[in-house]
């Protein structure tokens, strides 16, 4: 399962390029949430990096608004961390105990954490490391509304409309819909609510013995590792995915997206890994975005995919 990756940085280059705009009152209401941002790709903040609207400065204002309370609330936080650091050393310099070794690593972990954060927040640049999406984190998603193509911002797992919100916990792995379910659990959405997420790579977790293709060894335990793939000779990649919009009581509402997945290629296969997001050819997103119920139809986009070769390596 595709359980990360690595958001195209330029959205606005795709926008010149479509003719896509902005959902701009989905992206007011995802900032204006709440003082505390949810966790998402910096590409998606980087579309209002610089506003072209008036509308879109308005967005930014609430979106540096929230990235202030959320800086002062880091800022708190690290300051808790070095001072149970400091705790726990002047601890372990009269007596080692469980207690202070464990309170010194874990607000070592949360010192680099935190550091980390408040310095990507604080800065414009996007890396490869920011971009990153995970489960329950917001990503740009493109759509089609009334033939226009339109960016929306949503969750990296999909809630169905009409299901409780204990459905995220319930159901942990929807964040991504295997092809050989899109008739069955997604039927709801195969067919009617397409989206496409622009990706330059997608990360897998591989045990290390399937990687290096042996067994285990007699009394090895399985170790985990995390693998990038990315698509060799192609920059983005037009990423299949459904989505939703849920709604809630009060006028709460949810937009949220998986990714599709499907047989992986010969070279995934032998990194170890048994699924595949399935990228569309540029010529055929629009067709996609239009399903109009022609689930037939919409299967021959699935299997007219680009068809990169991926080159792999272990995450940083």
């Known amino acids: ?140 998603i493109i759509v089609c509304e009334g033939g226009q193509l339109v960016i929306k911002p949503m969750r990296f797992h999909c809630r169905p409309a009409g299901k409780p919100p204990s459905y995220d916990s319930r159901y942990p792995g929807c964040y991504n819909a295997r092809r050989d379910n899109l008739s069955g659990f997604w039927k709801g959405h195969f067919g009617s609510s397409h989206g496409v997420l622009l990706a330059s790579a997608f990360y897998e977790n591989v045990a290390r013995h399937d990687l290096e293709r042996r067994p285990l060894r007699e009394g090895e335990p399985a170790e985990n590792v995390v693998l990038e793939f990315r698509p060799r000779s192609v920059d983005i990649m037009h990423v299949a995915c459904i989505w939703s919009r849920w709604a809630g009581p009060g006028g709460e509402e949810l937009l949220s997206f998986a990714a599709i997945t499907d047989e992986p290629p010969v070279e995934v296969a032998e990194a170890g890994h048994d699924r595949c997001i399935v990228p569309l050819k540029p010529s055929n997103v629009t067709r996609w975005l239009q399903p109009d119920g022609d689930t037939e139809a919409c299967d021959r986009l699935l299997d007219d995919r680009e068809r990169p070769y991926y080159d792999h390596r272990l995450a940083a």
Do not use: H
């Not at 949430?33 to 609207?53: E, H, M």
């Open 1 to 140: 399962m595709c359980y990360s990756a690595q958001v195209y940085s330029d959205y606005r280059r795709y926008m010149r390029e479509s003719g896509a705009r902005l959902d701009i009152a989905a992206f007011a209401a995802l900032f204006a949430s709440s003082q505390r941002l949810p966790q998402r790709s910096k590409a998606l903040d980087a579309l209002f990096f610089v506003p072209t609207s008036p509308e879109e400065e308005a967005v930014k204002a609430l979106l540096d608004a929230s990235n202030r309370a959320q800086i002062a609330m880091w800022q708190q936080e690290l300051f808790n961390q070095k001072a149970r650091l400091v705790q726990a050393q002047r601890s372990l310099e009269v007596k080692t105990t469980k207690r202070a070794l464990n309170d010194e690593r874990v607000a070592t972990l949360k010192i680099r954490r935190l550091t980390t954060r408040l310095r990507s927040v604080q800065t414009l640049e996007v890396t490869p490391a920011s971009a990153r999406i995970y489960p329950m984190w917001y990503a740009p």
